[in-house]
Structure formats: structure tokens, C-alpha cells
């Protein structure tokens, strides 16, 4: 059973940058979109960006200025960064997986971890 | 960028019917899948590719695309339904995934 897990911390400090690491068990980190997406409290979904197991990436224009996914293979992570964080950046982080084919649905996904931007 | 829209809100008594609809251009040509998300959890696909479901979704769970319209059809519905619903298609232009903004199921 494939598991995805997110860490990092709780709480960013306005301007700073925002690092979330999502480890994944129970499965192979090859042939998939591994994703960032986002939901602040009381609203929808926002996609952050993917990474594509060969490392090519694509993210969400609104978000791009600021953010880097990566990938690390040998630990069956990848990682999010979001830079000059504010307030709007409050929101709980998942990380999801979805297949390579055409139009996956996003079918595992971690817990999620609230992250709130406050001085 | 494409745009899926969603009613904020449904209401329906136990066991009748739900029908919770995702708008979208042309969204029949696209392909939809349903997420059920309860307070506090992440997100749960309950439906994909339109109208196939996962193993260990209810078959009370369907769903349809035609037109401008996907809908997700939840038949007999009991309080454990209750939920947020959100519509997701990929964006074949940009290869980007698209979330319609999420439907809150009560139930009466």
C-alpha cells in the first residue's frame, strides 16, 4: 500500500521560505507526477506544481516565481519550497501522486500539514 | 486557464439523491474525476475517469459527463456522506490539473 507522508514546519515567518518534504512507502517513486497542492483554511483545492520522476517539472503560473520542486530518488522524497512567504500562504500542504498517463486522477495522498505564515 | 465551476452547496435528506454537477467548456471531451474530502481529512477519489470507481467506493457513488456538465450521482445517501466534493480535470493546454472549487454535501 503506497503512503505518502508530509514534514516540515508548522509555522514561517512572513518573507521567509516555506520547505515541506513528502516521503513516500509502500511503492516506487518512478512513472508518476509527484505533486504539491494546496488548500487554505475554509477554501478549494490549489495546485502547486509536480515533478515528474525524470525531473522535469511544471508548476501553477500563479506560484511559479516562487516555487521549487525537487526530487530525491535515493530517499523516495520530494520536496517543496515557496519562497517570500505572507499570509495567503497560510494554507494545509498535500503532497499527492498521480500516474503519467494521460488525465491521472490524484489517487494517493498525505495526511496534509497545516502551515501557518505569522510572525 | 480552463474553469470548473461548482454550486458552493447541496442539501438533501437520507436516503434520496444527490446530484452535485462540475461546469466546465466543453467538459465532456475531458476527462473528470471526484474527490470526497471530510473535515479535517485529505482528499479521497471516489470517482475517475467520469464514472469508474475506485475499489471500496459505495456503487451508491456514480458519475456522468456530457456537454458542459459532469456530475456525481450519490444514491441513498446516509449522514456518512456528508462531505466536501471536488470536480478535477487536466488542462491538456497547459498540462496543468484544474480543481473546481468543492461542493459541501449536507445532509438533512
Known amino acids: 500500500q503506497v503512503q505518502l507522508q508530509e514534514s516540515g514546519p508548522g509555522l514561517v515567518k512572513p518573507s521567509e521560505t516555506l520547505s515541506l518534504t513528502c516521503t513516500v512507502s509502500?511503492?516506487?517513486?518512478?512513472?508518476?507526477?509527484w505533486t504539491w497542492i494546496r488548500q487554505p483554511p475554509g477554501k478549494g483545492l490549489e495546485w502547486i506544481g509536480y515533478?515528474?520522476?525524470?525531473?522535469?517539472?511544471n508548476y501553477n503560473p500563479s506560484l511559479k516565481s516562487r516555487v521549487t520542486i525537487s526530487l530525491d530518488t535515493s530517499k523516495n522524497q520530494f520536496s517543496l519550497n515557496l519562497s517570500s512567504v505572507t499570509a495567503a500562504d497560510t494554507a494545509v500542504y498535500y503532497c499527492?501522486?498521480?500516474?503519467?498517463?494521460?488525465?491521472?486522477?490524484?489517487?494517493?495522498w498525505g495526511q496534509g500539514t497545516l502551515v501557518t505564515v505569522s510572525s | 486557464s480552463y474553469v470548473l465551476t461548482q454550486p458552493p452547496s447541496v442539501s438533501v435528506a437520507p436516503g434520496k439523491t444527490a446530484r452535485i454537477t462540475c461546469g466546465g467548456n466543453?467538459?465532456?471531451?475531458?476527462?473528470v474525476h471526484w474527490y470526497q474530502q471530510k473535515p479535517g481529512q485529505a482528499p479521497v477519489l471516489v470517482i475517475f475517469?467520469?464514472?469508474d470507481r475506485p475499489s471500496g467506493i459505495p456503487e451508491r457513488f456514480s458519475g456522468s459527463n456530457s456537454g458542459n456538465t459532469a456530475t456525481l450521482t450519490i444514491s441513498r445517501v446516509e449522514a456518512g456522506d456528508e462531505a466536501d466534493y471536488s470536480c478535477q480535470v487536466w488542462d491538456s493546454s497547459s498540462d496543468h490539473p484544474v480543481f473546481g472549487g468543492g461542493t459541501k454535501l449536507t445532509v438533512l
Open positions: 466543453n467538459i465532456g471531451s475531458k476527462s
Open positions: 509502500g511503492g516506487s517513486i518512478s512513472s508518476y507526477h
Open positions: 499527492a501522486r498521480a500516474c503519467s498517463a494521460d488525465s491521472c486522477p490524484f489517487d494517493y
Open positions: 515533478i515528474y520522476f525524470t525531473g522535469n517539472t
Open positions: 475517469y467520469d464514472s
